[in-house]
């Protein structure tokens, strides 16, 4: 049975400081891989997805990288600012259907 | 180009009552799959439906819980006899394609049931 685990739970950085969040699968036999981010009481924005055949994904100042024999997917934030803080979930889709949800990393950034 | 829709974003019933929570995909987009967040956990998978079909419902409790995409109109989730432990966040997403093709997701529903 898949499980995706993220670490940390929570993470505190000062503004500009470049970031990275874990995620690691259990059974590499995965479609893709998204990231997503969740704000307090909002739903689910995606940021990046990365095809199982792909190593990493960029946009803006966001790079997820895969490695998928290991089982592990990175999220590295640059030059973090105040309005990244949120929860950053990590999902993995392996029968082509439901995504499994890790629990999330709450990401705190202070100015 | 609206995204996922959902309604009603907040949800109150009393314990026994039924609840109906709507979902409108992204246009263009025939597959939907509903998640359910409970306070404290992650996000699971419930139901995935296209149209007029229940493709996948291996996540869905087996009594009390419903899901139906019709050939016109919003999918549906309902919950009939509402105890308190359905309050949770209850959200949609659609994707363009089946498998392996990127799922965008609605603003939830949180149903509270007193």
């Known amino acids: 049975k898949q499980e995706v685990t993220q670490i940390p739970a929570a993470l505190s950085v000062p503004e500009g400081e470049n970031l990275v969040l874990n995620c690691s699968f259990t059974?590499?036999?995965?479609?893709?891989l998204q990231w997503f981010r969740q704000d307090p009481g909002k739903g689910l924005t995606s940021l990046l997805l990365?095809?199982?055949?792909?190593r990493e994904q960029t946009s803006g100042r966001l790079n997820a990288s895969l490695d998928k024999s290991s089982g592990r997917s990175t999220l590295y934030i640059a030059a973090s600012q105040p309005g990244d803080s949120a929860t950053y979930l990590c999902?993995?889709?392996?029968?082509?259907?439901?995504?499994?949800f890790g629990k999330g990393t709450t990401l705190s950034v202070s100015s | 180009n609206a995204g996922v829709m959902q309604n009603p974003r907040h949800l109150v019933r009393r314990r026994g009552q039924e609840a109906r929570l709507r979902c409108s995909p992204m246009k263009g987009h025939s597959h939907v799959y509903w998640y359910r967040q409970l306070p404290e956990e992650g996000l699971k998978f419930m139901v995935y439906l296209q149209k007029e079909n229940i493709i996948d419902e291996s996540g869905m409790p087996k009594e009390r819980f419903s899901a139906e995409f019709p050939k016109e109109g919003p999918s549906i989730l309902r919950i009939q006899q509402v105890v308190r432990g359905d309050s949770a966040a209850y959200f949609c997403a659609s994707s363009l394609l089946p498998y392996n093709n990127e799922q965008f997701f609605g603003p939830g529903t949180r149903l509270t049931v007193l």
């Open positions: 059974d590499s036999a995965i479609y893709n």
């Open positions: 999902a993995v889709n392996q029968a082509g259907t439901a995504l499994i």
């Open positions: 990365i095809q199982s055949s792909q």
